[in-house]
T-cell receptor
């Protein structure tokens, strides 16, 4: 069956360190993968997109990698700040042109 | 200016009632979506409209009926509400149809529906 998995446990990181979140998928061959941020009581906000032929994408303190062999994307936040605390969702496009979403990983940055 | 807005933000109602959620986007996008986010936080697509035409219609009960009077609006009407309909419903929009490929989606603030 097709699955997209993110670590369901909250990730606690000390301020200033790099936070790394994982998104694994099975039985998909996505053309691209997206990362979103969701704060409590709000809708997801788009952060980054990475295509299947791209290994890495950066935006300010954010970096996304995409390994289609491992079927995995990693999302990094460097020099993390308490304001980075949120739930981070990955989503991939399936063969029916729909975004399939992971359940998200809650990130907590401790001052 | 709000990009994607939804009303109401909270909706508490009894089983068996009929209710509607409204969505509007002022981004000039061609495509709009309705998602359901359950208690486990999974977002699941329900419907998608491109230029007022239905392009994605997932397996949802036919008690749910979307209506798009124009490409800036996509409303969701729910008949005979059930306990299992309790969730947060998100409206979203994107510039192009997902059939065109890459599409960043812009989400509304969500409507928390509670069925008693």
């Amino acid at each position: 069956s097709q699955k997209i998995e993110q670590n369901s446990e909250a990730l606690n990181i000390q301020e200033g360190k790099t936070a790394t979140l994982t998104c694994n998928y099975t039985n998909y061959s996505p053309a691209y993968l997206q990362w979103y941020r969701q704060d409590p009581g709000r809708g997801p906000v788009f952060l980054l997109l990475i295509r299947e032929n791209e290994k890495e994408k950066r935006k300010e303190r954010l970096k996304v990698t995409f390994d289609t062999t491992l079927k995995q994307s990693l999302f990094h936040i460097t020099a993390s700040q308490p304001a980075d605390s949120a739930t981070y969702l990955c989503a991939l496009m399936d063969s029916n042109y729909q975004l399939i979403w992971g359940a998200g990983t809650k990130l907590i940055i401790k001052p | 200016d709000t990009a994607v807005s939804q009303t109401p933000k909270y909706l508490v109602t009894q089983m068996g009632n009929d209710k509607s959620i409204k969505c509007e986007q002022n981004l000039g996008h061609d495509t709009m979506y309705w998602y359901k986010q359950d208690s486990k936080k999974f977002l699941k697509i329900m419907f998608s409209y491109n230029n007022k035409e239905l392009i994605i219609n997932e397996t949802v009960p036919n008690r749910f009926s979307p209506k798009s009077p124009d490409k800036a609006h996509l409303n969701l009407h729910i008949n005979s509400l059930e306990l299992g309909d309790s969730a947060v419903y998100f409206c979203a929009s994107s510039q192009d149809s997902p059939l065109a490929g890459y599409n960043e989606q812009f989400f509304g603030p969500g409507t928390r529906l509670t069925v008693l």
